[in-house]
């Protein structure tokens, strides 16, 4: 069990630019989540994962990100034409049926936006 | 709508003394309840949990905390604090429904630990 795994751990972009962040879950967990955490904040959800299938968006996903998990094992996050204000850490984790409830969470890719 | 509250975004407790971090929460089910720390420029790592078995749940670290529904609370305690038990905790609650993985989280507190 290597643990949930994103890279890159730090990306500066200037605005404008497009952004992608990887998530590779713990083995065998078939859910996966992306949260977007601020500082001074708590994680907010962006969205979830059962397999490859997409089952839930938070408002907060904006036209201008999307997000795939296309063979149901690693994840993308893709941020498009990046704004200040898109500057937060973003977080990935992972679950599994029966670990009771349990979602382990990844070291966060933080992102700056210049 | 789920939400929770954490009382306190900054608390310092003494080496060797009792730490309380509050935490109350809104939702219309039974929930499931979490708490995680946060170490700087880290991920989240999960400290207890709570999913309707035992209302006092032990977790990793000695911390502890106590579901009481009637105060719909879920406050983390650790009776003798340790230097290392600095960083940010987080409280979160997800819905216990079939098909609702979400979590919210509390806004957290900094615990800061004085020698």
């Known amino acids: 069990d290597t643990g949930v795994s994103q890279n890159p751990r730090h990306k500066i972009t200037k605005r404008g630019q497009n952004v992608t962040f990887r998530c590779d879950p713990i083995s065998e967990h078939n859910r996966l989540y992306w949260y977007r955490q601020t500082l001074g904040q708590g994680p907010e959800f962006l969205t979830y994962?059962?397999?490859?299938?997409?089952?839930?968006k938070s408002r907060l996903l904006s036209d201008r990100f999307s997000a795939e998990r296309p063979k149901g094992s690693f994840s993308t996050l893709e941020i498009q034409r990046t704004e200040q204000g898109d500057s937060a850490m973003y977080l990935c984790?992972?679950?599994?049926?029966?670990?009771?409830?349990?979602?382990?969470f990844g070291e966060g890719s933080w992102l700056t936006v210049v | 709508a789920q939400s929770v509250t954490q009382l306190g975004s900054h608390v310092s407790v003494s080496e060797g003394a009792l730490v309380l971090l509050r935490c109350n929460y809104s939702s219309s089910v039974p929930p499931y309840l979490f708490w995680y720390v946060q170490y700087p420029n880290q991920g989240l790592q999960l400290l207890l949990k709570y999913t309707s078995a035992a209302t006092l749940v032990k977790g990793i670290n000695g911390f502890e905390a106590e579901f009481k529904k009637s105060e719909t609370s879920f406050h983390l305690t650790k009776p003798s604090a340790h230097m290392s038990d600095a960083a940010e905790y987080f409280c979160a609650v997800r819905d216990s429904g079939a098909g609702s993985y979400q979590l919210t989280f509390g806004k957290g507190t900094k615990l800061s630990v004085i020698p």
């Open positions: 984790a992972s679950s599994a049926p029966g670990s009771g409830n349990t979602i382990y």
């Open positions: 994962f059962q397999n490859e299938a997409q089952l839930e």
